[in-house]
C-alpha cells in the first residue's frame, strides 16, 4: 500500500508530526486516526486566523495530502462536500487533513459549524478584508462556495467549486 | 524599472480617477462610528472583522436615511438632509442589548419609506443553530422619530432558515416582506443525509398597517436558491415584482420573476438563462428596476459555459414586462471584477453600479445609460484602501445616489448623466 506514512526517508518524523497533531488541538489533526474514532472535530476548540499570507504558507510548507474547504456561515451545500470528502478520506485509509476555512465568521460562530463538516481537523477563519483573502487563493474566485482546494501528495492542486468529482478525488487521493 | 512604471501607471490613474470623481459630485459624509463584528474571537491580536453591509433609502421628504452596525453591534440610523447629503445626523441607537444582527455582504439591515410616516427596518437575527434565523423589524409611525423594539415577521417561530429578507411597500402602501425560508425543505424526505427538496424557498407575508399587523406567511415560491439575496420593484401596475436566483431542475442556478401578491406558489418566469449548473451558494443576488415601457432592467451574477470554458460576469439585460430577458439586450458588464452590482432608473436614465476589488483596494464604479440601457459609459467614481461594503443605491424621484461605506467613513456619490 502506498501510504504516504509508511514510506519515504522522512517516515519516523512524519509519524512523530502524526503524534504531536494528535495531542494538539490548535494543529492540523490528521482524521484517518482520528475520524475512526468518529469524533474528529469534537476535538476542535480553537479557529486559526487566515490572513492573506496563510495560504502561501499552506501550500508551502503545509501537509500534502490536505483539502480546504473554503465556505461561509450561510453556505447550506458547504456540509454535503465534507460528507464526499470525508468518505473519500476514510476509503483511502490514510490520515488526511480537512480544513474549514469560513470566510465570514469568526470564533465562536466559527465553532458552531465544526459539527456540521464531517471529518474536518482543523478550523480557520478570515482575518482582514475577505476579497482580498480570496483573491491571493483563486484571482478568478467569485466567492461561491464550498470552493475545495485538494492538494495531492504531489503538490498538485485542484480547484473545485462545488462537490469534488470522483475522478478528482481519485486524483487527490490516489 | 517595473516599480517606477508601476507607480507612474498607479499615479496617472489616480489623476484620471480624481477628476472624474470631481465630475460625478461626491459628497462624502462624516463617518459613522466604525463598525466591527459582534460575537467572540478566538485570537485577541487582531480586531474583530468589520461588519459595514448597511441599509439605504430615501424618505418622503428627499433626506437620506442609513441603517447599519456601530462598532460595538448596535443597529444605528442616522439621516442626511436634502440640501446636503453630507451633513449626516449623529448615529442614533435603535438596536442594542446585544441582540445577534446580520452585517454581512447580502445579509444586511434594510430600511423602507411608506406613507402615512410608515418607517421600517429589518434585519435577519442568526439563531443558535448554525443555518437559522428570524427575519426581525422595527416600525416607526412619526417618520423615524422614534421606533419600536424589533419583533418576529413571520408567524413560522422554528428555528430554521429564515435570513435574506427584503421589504418594499407597493404602490398602495402596502408592505411586503419576503424571505428565504426553509420550511418545507425541513419536512421533506430525506435522501441519505440530503434533503430530497431542491434549494430553499421565499416566503412572504403583507402589512396594510405599516408593520403592526401582517398576513399569514404565503409561499412565493419553492425552489429558491438559499443564500442570496433578492430583489424587488415596483410593476406599472402598482404590484411589486421579484427576482431571486432560482434553483431550476436539475441544479440550474439561474433567475426567477414573479409578481409579489398574485397566486400562491406564483407563476415564476425565467429571467437569465446562464444555465449554470451547480451544486454550490453563490452568495450573490440580483438588482432589478422598472423601465418606463413596463420592463424591467436586471443585473446578475452567474457563470456561462463557452465550450470548455467558464464565463464568469455580472451581466445586465432588459426584461419584458413579464420577467423573460430580452435576448439581444444580455450583455456583461464591463469589468472582470465586478461583484454584488445593483441597478436603478428614472426614466431612460438607468445606473448600473458595482464594487471591483483587487486586492485591498476596492473601486466603486457606475455604469450609466441615458437612452433605456442601449448604450452605457462606465465610469470610476472612487476608490478606497482595506474593508468595505457593497455600493448601495438609493432614489428619490430622478435623484440617484450611490452610498458606500468602509472602516473610516460613509461616502454619497450623487449620479450625474
Known amino acids: 500500500?502506498?501510504?504516504?506514512?509508511?514510506?519515504?526517508?522522512?517516515?519516523?518524523?512524519?509519524?512523530?508530526?502524526?503524534?504531536?497533531?494528535?495531542?494538539?488541538?490548535?494543529?492540523?489533526?490528521?482524521?484517518?486516526?482520528?475520524?475512526?474514532?468518529?469524533?474528529?472535530?469534537?476535538?476542535?476548540?480553537?479557529?486559526?486566523?487566515?490572513?492573506?499570507?496563510?495560504?502561501?504558507?499552506?501550500?508551502?510548507?503545509?501537509?500534502?495530502?490536505?483539502?480546504?474547504?473554503?465556505?461561509?456561515?450561510?453556505?447550506?451545500?458547504?456540509?454535503?462536500?465534507?460528507?464526499?470528502?470525508?468518505?473519500?478520506?476514510?476509503?483511502?485509509?490514510?490520515?488526511?487533513?480537512?480544513?474549514?476555512?469560513?470566510?465570514?465568521?469568526?470564533?465562536?460562530?466559527?465553532?458552531?459549524?465544526?459539527?456540521?463538516?464531517?471529518?474536518?481537523?482543523?478550523?480557520?477563519?478570515?482575518?482582514g478584508f475577505e476579497p482580498a483573502i480570496r483573491q491571493v487563493v483563486d484571482p478568478k474566485w467569485h466567492n461561491i462556495t464550498p470552493y475545495v482546494v485538494l492538494v495531492a501528495r504531489s503538490g498538485k492542486l485542484q480547484r473545485v467549486t462545488g462537490q469534488p468529482t470522483a475522478s478528482q478525488l481519485k486524483a487527490w487521493l490516489g | 524599472m517595473l516599480a517606477v512604471l508601476s507607480a507612474v501607471l498607479r499615479n496617472a490613474l489616480r489623476g484620471v480617477m480624481l477628476t472624474l470623481c470631481a465630475a460625478s459630485a461626491i459628497a462624502q459624509a462624516v463617518a459613522p462610528v466604525p463598525a466591527a463584528s459582534v460575537g467572540g474571537h478566538t485570537n485577541a491580536r487582531h480586531a474583530p472583522r468589520a461588519q459595514l453591509a448597511s441599509g439605504v433609502a430615501f424618505a418622503a421628504d428627499g433626506s437620506l436615511w442609513m441603517a447599519g452596525l456601530n462598532a460595538q453591534g448596535d443597529l444605528f440610523v442616522q439621516n442626511a438632509p436634502a440640501k446636503n447629503l453630507s451633513a449626516w445626523s449623529a448615529p442614533r441607537i435603535v438596536v442594542s442589548q446585544g441582540e445577534a444582527i446580520s452585517a454581512d455582504g447580502e445579509n444586511r439591515p434594510k430600511l423602507a419609506f411608506g406613507p402615512n410616516g410608515w418607517v421600517v427596518i429589518t434585519y435577519t437575527q442568526p439563531l443558535a443553530k448554525p443555518y437559522t434565523g428570524a427575519i426581525r423589524m422595527l416600525r416607526s409611525s412619526d417618520g423615524g422619530q422614534t421606533f419600536s423594539p424589533p419583533f418576529t415577521v413571520h408567524s413560522d417561530r422554528q428555528e430554521i432558515t429564515h435570513r435574506f429578507e427584503s421589504v418594499a411597500f407597493d404602490a398602495q402602501g402596502v408592505l411586503h416582506t419576503l424571505w428565504v425560508d426553509k420550511r418545507d425543505m425541513e419536512l421533506a424526505p430525506k435522501q441519505g443525509k440530503k434533503s430530497s427538496y431542491r434549494g430553499a424557498a421565499i416566503y412572504r407575508n403583507a402589512s396594510r398597517d405599516g408593520g403592526a399587523s401582517f398576513g399569514p406567511d404565503i409561499k412565493l415560491t419553492d425552489h429558491s436558491c438559499e443564500c442570496c439575496r433578492i430583489a424587488l420593484a415596483n410593476g406599472p401596475d402598482g404590484n411589486l415584482r421579484a427576482m431571486w436566483r432560482h434553483v431550476f431542475e436539475p441544479n440550474v442556478r439561474d433567475h426567477g420573476f414573479a409578481v409579489v401578491g398574485g397566486a400562491s406558489p406564483a407563476e415564476v418566469v425565467r429571467a437569465s438563462f446562464d444555465d449554470w449548473h451547480i451544486d454550490a451558494c453563490p452568495h450573490h443576488g440580483p438588482g432589478l428596476a422598472p423601465a418606463p415601457d413596463g420592463g424591467y432592467h436586471a443585473v446578475w451574477f452567474g457563470i456561462r459555459k463557452k465550450g470548455n470554458e467558464d464565463i464568469a460576469a455580472v451581466r445586465y439585460a432588459r426584461l419584458q414586462t413579464d420577467g423573460s430577458p430580452l435576448p439581444e439586450s444580455v450583455r456583461a458588464l464591463p469589468d472582470e471584477r465586478a461583484e454584488h452590482a445593483d441597478v436603478l432608473a428614472s426614466g431612460n436614465q438607468v445606473a448600473v453600479v458595482w464594487r471591483s476589488v483587487n486586492s485591498l483596494e476596492s473601486t466603486l464604479f457606475a455604469w450609466l445609460s441615458k437612452d433605456g440601457g442601449r448604450n452605457f459609459q462606465l465610469r470610476p467614481l472612487s476608490k478606497v484602501h482595506g474593508d468595505n461594503d457593497h455600493p448601495r443605491l438609493a432614489q428619490s424621484g430622478e435623484r440617484m445616489v450611490v452610498v458606500w461605506r468602509n472602516a473610516k467613513e460613509v461616502q454619497v456619490h450623487e449620479l450625474k448623466f
Not at chain 1, 5 to 33: C, D, H, Q, T, Y
Not at chain 1, 105 to 118: F, I, M, N, T
Open chain 1, 1 to 127: 500500500m502506498n501510504s504516504s506514512f509508511s514510506v519515504g526517508p522522512f517516515a519516523f518524523a512524519r509519524r512523530m508530526a502524526l503524534a504531536f497533531a494528535l495531542f494538539s488541538p490548535g494543529v492540523f489533526m490528521p482524521n484517518g486516526a482520528l475520524a475512526l474514532a468518529q469524533h474528529a472535530h469534537a476535538a476542535i476548540t480553537t479557529v486559526a486566523d487566515f490572513d492573506a499570507a496563510t495560504w502561501t504558507q499552506l501550500l508551502r510548507n503545509g501537509p500534502r495530502p490536505a483539502a480546504y474547504v473554503f465556505t461561509n456561515s450561510f453556505c447550506a451545500t458547504c456540509p454535503e462536500t465534507f460528507d464526499v470528502l470525508s468518505k473519500a478520506v476514510m476509503a483511502s485509509g490514510k490520515p488526511v487533513p480537512l480544513a474549514a476555512i469560513l470566510m465570514d465568521v469568526q470564533g465562536e460562530r466559527a465553532l458552531a459549524h465544526a459539527h456540521h463538516y464531517a471529518g474536518v481537523t482543523k478550523i480557520y477563519a478570515f482575518d
